[in-house]
């Protein structure tokens, strides 16, 4: 770290690093900040899920991670992953691993004045060189920077996360009796009917060599839904976008239970073959829906929506509180859930440039683009990303939010 990076006073000092090698160096503390941390919904900025995307993107489409980190003495107090990217000239810090990550906000060691972080980091990313403008993506809520966010950025839209509070239930009998009956009842016909297809077993594995073969197998689930519905593959469809998925499955890091996240996948069989799957990641008590995919062949028995309830039974023997669909909103989400949350999108332009990019083409040019897009038929809209060569397109910033 430069000098010219660094600031800090008598208490608190803000740096940053710009390589894979600096975020390794910070393993250690980054670990020891994610168990202070609970409840700021930070899987998507633990040091696994960065250091894993680091290391298969870093070189992809000008991507440079730049990784704040913010000390009170030798302690880390709070860590901002972000990258910095450039669209049509203008360069763009944002989330690291946007738009993949479905939560974007930074590390903040609650003991600590959160003001007074929010303040100095802010600070130091307005004086950073080159950067047009700050992007910030899916900033739930519940982050303890969200309104300060909200105070210094613009809006550049706003979703909805959909959240099952499973904790609230005893048991799968209670959790079945707070349905009602014209839920249930079609709920236990799904499960009957597929039932009947040959033995049925459910399994949730938390890492090694199984759970990344059922990974694969869940990515190309998906990549054919995909193409089937007409929409963009981008990057699930790249390598490394497998071979990523599959390392958060690596159990690198002793007992997964003691650590503050790890990753799991759910998989749904009959007579031993895999016809319905879901990875997801587990923070402590909240447990992160992030990709369900079920087998096309298998579609006339819904084993997706078999395969969520059967999630969601493991959840409660598993000691988890919060069942997070995540964003963006949808119907079948509201089904399955008693609650939700506001989760922003923010701009900040630092430039001429970047206002210039805002004002033309996030607050006009994009929006008519996805509305037109929207309003065409699958064929039509086939044909045109065909023609745009969208569903070609590569790298962590072309992918679609899962």
């Not at 450039?86 to 479905?102: D, E, M, R």
Request: glycine fraction near 6%; hydrophobic fraction near 40%; include cysteine.
């Amino acid at each position: 770290m430069s000098p010219a990076q660094q600031k800090s006073n008598t208490v608190l000092s803000v740096s940053m690093t710009e390589t894979l090698n600096g975020l390794n160096q910070l393993e250690e503390k980054w670990r020891a900040l994610e168990a202070n941390t609970f409840g700021q919904m930070g899987v998507f900025q633990s040091f696994k899920w960065c250091k894993n995307c680091l290391e298969h993107w870093i070189d992809e489409h000008e991507l440079k991670p730049i990784i704040i980190s913010v000390f009170h003495d030798d302690e880390l107090v709070s860590v901002w992953p972000m990258q910095q990217t450039t669209n049509a000239k203008v360069v763009i810090l944002s989330w690291l691993g946007t738009p993949l990550i479905q939560y974007g906000s930074p590390l903040i060691n609650s003991s600590y004045n959160t003001n007074d972080i929010l303040n100095r980091v802010w600070a130091f990313i307005s004086e950073l060189p080159s950067i047009d403008m700050v992007r910030l993506h899916n900033v739930p809520e519940t982050s303890p920077a969200h309104a300060f966010l909200e105070s210094k950025c613009r809006s550049a839209g706003a979703t909805r996360a959909s959240i099952l509070e499973v904790g609230k239930f005893a048991d799968w009998d209670e959790y079945q009796a707070s349905m009602k009956k014209s839920a249930r009842r079609p709920r236990r016909k799904r499960y009957n009917k597929l039932s009947r297809q040959g033995v049925m077993k459910f399994e949730v594995h938390k890492s090694g060599r199984h759970f990344s073969e059922l990974a694969k197998i869940a990515i190309d689930w998906k990549l054919k839904w995909l193409e089937m519905h007409n929409w963009p593959t981008n990057t699930m469809a790249d390598p490394k976008f497998i071979n990523f998925i599959t390392s958060l499955g690596a159990d690198n890091f002793g007992n997964q239970r003691q650590q503050p996240s790890h990753w799991v996948i759910g998989e749904l069989s009959i007579d031993g073959v895999p016809i319905a799957l879901e990875i997801g990641a587990v923070e402590k008590q909240h447990y992160y829906s992030f990709l369900g995919a079920y087998d096309v062949e298998w579609a006339r028995y819904s084993p997706g929506k078999v395969q969520i309830e059967l999630m969601i039974g493991w959840a409660l023997e598993y000691g988890i509180e919060e069942f997070d669909f995540l964003c963006v909103a949808a119907q079948y989400k509201s089904d399955w859930t008693d609650k939700s949350i506001q989760v922003d999108h923010f701009t900040y332009p630092l430039s001429v440039r970047g206002r210039l990019f805002h004002s033309i083409w996030l607050k006009r040019l994009r929006p008519a683009a996805k509305y037109g897009l929207e309003k065409l038929s699958d064929n039509q809209r086939d044909k045109l990303l065909t023609v745009l060569g969208v569903k070609q397109k590569g790298g962590i910033e072309g992918q679609k939010h899962i």
